[in-house]
T-cell receptor, first 116, second 113 residues
Framework: GAVVSQHPSWVICKSGTSVKIECRSL??????MFWYRQFPKQSLMLMAT?????????EQGVEKDKFLINHASLTLSTLTVTSAHPEDSSFYIC????????????FGDGTRLSIL | AQTVTQSQPEMSVQEAETVTLSCTYD???????LFWYKQPPSRQMILVIR??????QNATENRFSVNFQKAAKSFSLKISDSQLGDAAMYFC??????????FGQGTRLTINP
């Protein structure tokens, strides 16, 4: 149980295009989803927290107009990287949780984004 | 703000031996959770073990156990009978009232056959 599906797993696109990454909880309802960014050989950095039906809360330094997050249902959150540039190339990982307290976060397999 | 520190960028151990990964954290909260995650080369994040701060008993999951010292704000992971499949990046993480995970820098564990 507690499977999180993230698509696509790898995307290559030209500079200036927008890229959408989907994060789905397959067998549970995720009240909260998180989006992380991971540079090579570094730790995960939280970008934003999204709750179903409300606006995402972005971490300091993360451009909300650049990284659009939508959490339209209890099983789906999307991250759109708008007008992507080479510096946006990274590994993006989503996670989802069913509730508060000690409920663990379940992670997707990540998306490798390469901007040419 | 809460911080998590892993002071060992890399560790190595002989297969079948025991290794301990260190983690310290800083918080003013009294109610929180601590986690160890494993990230193999596939980059999938795998939950290894979880500890509730209000529980004095150290968590154990098969070959994995923790030494949780709340007063010292220390949360180390012990891997017994190390196996080749244990080779990965290990991240210590804190979760408090804000519900978001704060990760340490990670420790790369190598298992020598």
């Amino acid at each position: 149980g507690a499977v999180v599906s993230q698509h696509p797993s790898w995307v290559i696109c030209k500079s200036g295009t927008s890229v959408k990454i989907e994060c789905r909880s397959l067998d549970f309802q995720a009240t909260t989803m998180f989006w992380y960014r991971q540079f090579p050989k570094q730790s995960l950095m939280l970008m934003a927290t999204s709750n179903e039906g409300s606006k995402a809360t972005y971490e300091q330094g993360v451009e909300k107009d650049k990284f659009l997050i939508n959490h339209a249902s209890l099983t789906l959150s999307t991250l759109t990287v708008t007008s992507a540039h080479p510096e946006d190339s990274s590994f993006y990982i989503c996670s989802a949780t069913t509730g508060t307290g000690g409920q663990p976060q379940h992670f997707g397999d990540g998306t490798r984004l390469s901007i040419l | 703000a809460q911080t998590v520190t892993q002071s060992q960028p890399e560790m190595s151990v002989q297969e079948a031996e025991t290794v301990t990964l260190s983690c310290t954290y800083d918080t003013s909260e009294s109610d929180y959770y601590l986690f160890w995650y494993k990230q193999p080369p596939s980059r999938q994040m795998i939950l290894v073990i979880r500890q509730e701060a209000y529980k004095q008993q150290n968590a154990t999951e098969n070959r994995f156990s923790v030494n949780f010292q709340k007063a010292a704000k220390s949360f180390s992971l012990k891997i017994s009978d190390s196996q080749l499949g244990d080779a990965a990046m290990y991240f210590c993480a804190y979760r408090g009232g804000a519900q978001k995970l704060v990760f340490g820098q990670g420790t790369r564990l190598t298992i020598n056959p």
